[in-house]
């Protein structure tokens, strides 16, 4: 079975920091307990200028975007794990962008909360917030039915099983590296 993931997205440009994905003030909610991981998500990119519009409508807890497109660098700034966990507690399951901070890359790994697709070419200059779009992991690629396009992504490789089994711990249990509990 080939696995997709489908919905609208929601576009940035580069340089989006942790800052902007989750201010500081909402760190100190604890992921682990599940009602401070709904409220984390329900903050995610609450620190975008207002210029990108509303990624979870006030009042809701989820955003209606599984899937973000951005530019360059995505995710610079501290290497608060909180960043990827806030993106996929709202409900985002993917990101395509150009290029990753390395530290927000490795805790999308660690967490397994969302894929870090990164894409061929910089999509964030052609696409519009609210476009319909598929990611298929068969073929490596974005398609964008709203304009009928086609895009090329670069292969998630050794990180796609680890987010596949829940992040880092899980899968090393999986994989026996650790006893199972």
């Known amino acids: 079975m080939t696995k997709v993931i489908r919905g609208k997205i929601f576009v940035l440009d580069d340089n989006i920091d942790t800052d902007q994905i989750i201010p500081a003030e909402y760190l100190t909610l604890v992921p682990s307990k599940a009602d401070e991981y709904e409220k984390l998500g329900s903050y995610a990119l609450a620190g975008l200028p207002d210029r990108y ?29 909180h960043a990827p966990i806030a993106l996929g507690a709202s409900g985002v399951q993917a990101v395509v962008a150009q290029s990753y901070a390395r530290i927000f890359f490795r805790n999308c790994a660690a967490t397994g909360e969302l894929y870090p697709w990164e894409s061929v070419e910089r999509l964030c200059d052609h696409f519009k917030t609210g476009e319909e779009v ?48």
Do not use: W
Request: some cysteine; overall charge negative.
């Open 53 to 81: 519009g509303k990624f979870i409508v006030s009042g809701e807890m989820k955003t209606a975007y599984p899937i973000i497109v951005a530019g360059e660098n995505f995710g610079c700034g501290s290497s608060r794990e």
């Open 134 to 181: 598929s990611i298929d992991f068969a073929t490596n690629q974005l398609i964008n039915h709203t304009l009928g396009e086609i895009c090329n992504l670069k292969p998630l490789g050794e990180v796609g099983p680890v987010i596949d089994a829940g992040g880092i711990f899980a899968y090393a249990r999986q994989t026996g590296m650790i006893p199972s509990r």
